[in-house]
């Protein structure tokens, strides 16, 4: 009777239990219990990539520096960058008079004064501007390419975890149907009270894997939906494929070749370039500025009125005050502006390599145990059953057969989760585009 009670339950846990070989090619379409909050349905990589680019605060806030960066590419490219100035000067004198009353006159003068720069510094600060805006471009460029896969590492997370739920909750239906079948057995006085027991333990602990798995999938969710900037009442759903859909378009080598034009490098690129030319433009800050004024004015008595004409130069002299601060500020900057660019530059290609070799690795996990590892459990599943009608094992052999088929179902979920993170990764840090596709 105990070997008719562990085919009963076998058989009950079976028709409850897909392949694990259509599992491992399967899409996260099932739908999830209820939420706490409503959830969107069926959000693909290509819409979640929208929507970041369209809502997130961080790309935002970026782009909204161009403004500044434009504005000072104008007043650099200014004919002059000093205003000229105007006077006006009105003048009423009073001039006493011997024995009569005192004249008054009223007198005027007016100028117009304009400072030049000497020393080439035009040039320069258009170089140091230009450099800045386009540092600026590549700085978007990089923050778009990081929230993109920032927004495509969680939209992996929430599909696996959707997965990851789903499992959990075949896993529960698995063990409870084991636990209802022991369970009757036992009060018909045919099963122990320890088969009961290790079948209602199964079953609890499947039903707090699936507890956790859920927590896990509405933490996911609502950090996507921050990231996306969803309504706070609304959950995103994802929609797609976990497994990897075809090999990578890339070798080391195109990649390690790929990494100086990242926009990150780029952008540290150009802000040495700004840095440079801003020093320059510092240090041409020590030779004086000449200010060149011309001015027209009436003075004398109304009988006599004199016109003057007048033509200024001034030249301040450099004697004390050198911009020695300017000049060591433009330096430092521009010293560490080289040092983050050489140590950007060699950090990238050590992380690409050392990225590369994980994903090879996880590649490899992916391929043994969707070749290797399912195939075999699956028939495992298939002669336990051939041997519990033998009377060759019993519940406990039955158990372990089944969480060994679980816990490889979950080593697959993660080790594709783990290869998606450590493939979006590869690309940002190599420059290339996510889902090798050019943009």
């Known amino acids: 009777m105990r070997i008719k009670t562990l085919v009963i339950a076998s058989a009950l846990a079976l028709a409850a239990w897909p392949s694990l070989a259509q599992v491992a090619t399967s899409t996260a379409q099932t739908a999830q219990p209820a939420q706490p909050r409503p959830v969107l349905q069926g959000l693909s990589l290509t819409e979640v990539w929208r929507l970041a680019e369209e809502s997130n605060p961080a790309l935002r806030a970026k782009r909204a520096e161009l403004a500044s960066a434009e504005g000072s590419r104008t007043d650099a490219n200014a004919f002059l960058y000093n205003n000229p100035v105007v006077s006006l000067d009105g003048i009423r ?162 990649l390690l070749s790929q990494v100086d034009s990242q926009p990150r490098l780029q952008a540290l690129r150009a802000r040495e370039e700004s840095a440079r030319a801003k020093l320059k433009l510092e240090s041409a800050s020590r030779y004086p500025d000449l200010t060149v004024g011309v001015g027209v004015g009436r003075e004398g008595a109304s009988g006599a009125r004199e016109r003057l004409t007048t033509v200024s130069v001034s030249v301040p002299l450099p004697l004390f005050k050198r911009n020695a601060t300017g000049i060591g500020q433009a330096s430092s900057a521009l010293t560490q502006a080289e040092i983050s660019r050489s140590a950007g530059v060699r950090d990238a290609q050590a992380q690409v390599q050392v990225l590369w070799v994980k994903l090879e690795s996880l590649r490899d996990r992916v391929t043994r145990l969707q070749e290797r590892v399912l195939p075999a459990l699956l028939d495992n599943q298939q002669l336990s059953v051939k041997s519990q009608r033998a009377g060759q094992i019993g519940l406990l052999e039955l158990i372990v057969v089944n969480r060994q088929a679980l816990d490889a179902r979950r080593d697959l979920i993660d080790a594709l989760i783990d290869y998606q993170s450590t493939r979006l990764a590869l690309e940002l840090a190599a420059g290339w585009p996510p889902e090798g596709v050019t943009p």
Do not use: C, H
């Open 93 to 254: 004198r009073t001039v006493p008079q011997e024995g009569a009353l005192p004249e008054r006159r009223r007198e005027w003068s007016s100028s117009v004064q304009q400072t030049f720069e000497i020393a080439g510094q035009r040039g320069f600060r258009r170089e140091a501007a230009d450099a800045a805006l386009m540092a600026l471009q590549e700085e978007i460029a990089e923050t778009r390419r990081q929230i993109r896969v920032e927004v495509a590492q969680l939209y992996y997370r929430v599909l696996a975890l959707q997965q990851r739920t789903e499992l959990e909750e075949q896993a529960l239906g698995l063990f409870e149907s084991t636990a209802a079948a022991v369970q009757k057995r036992r009060i018909a006085g045919e099963d122990t009270k320890l088969d009961s027991n290790v079948a209602t333990v199964e079953a609890e602990r499947a039903r707090n894997q699936l507890a956790v798995a859920k927590e896990q999938l509405l933490d996911v969710r609502a950090e996507l939906a921050a990231k996306l900037q969803l309504p706070s009442e609304s959950l995103p759903q994802a929609s797609g494929e976990l497994r990897p859909t075809a090999a990578a378009a890339y070798s080391l080598e195109s």
